[in-house]
């Protein structure tokens, strides 16, 4: 695992899908892998340390994060 992919970043979780929630970041479209430390999230707004795993192409980026650390580790946190 990279940790110059390793960051924190503020989501707008808008819906929990099969393999993953649909999101959004800085005003882009992404998703967030569902595992065990993201399995309990709720669709809002959360500050999440994620490991950045975006798939990227000649037809463009899909941009696809892997949280790293339970949210609630992040909130006590900071």
């Known amino acids: ?18 393999k993953y929630f649909a ?3 800085k005003g882009y479209d992404c998703k967030i892998v569902i595992d ?3 399995r309990d999230l709720e669709p809002g707004e ?4 994620v490991e950045d795993i975006s798939v990227r192409s000649k037809y463009g980026t899909d941009l696809i994060f892997r949280l790293t650390h339970d949210a609630e ?3 006590t946190a900071n």
């Open 1 to 18: 695992m990279k940790t110059d992919k390793i960051t924190t970043r503020s989501f707008e979780i808008v819906k929990k899908n099969r």
């Open 23 to 25: 999101a959004r970041t």
């Open 73 to 75: 580790e992040v909130k």
């Open 46 to 49: 959360h500050e999440l340390m």
């Open 36 to 38: 065990d430390l993201s």
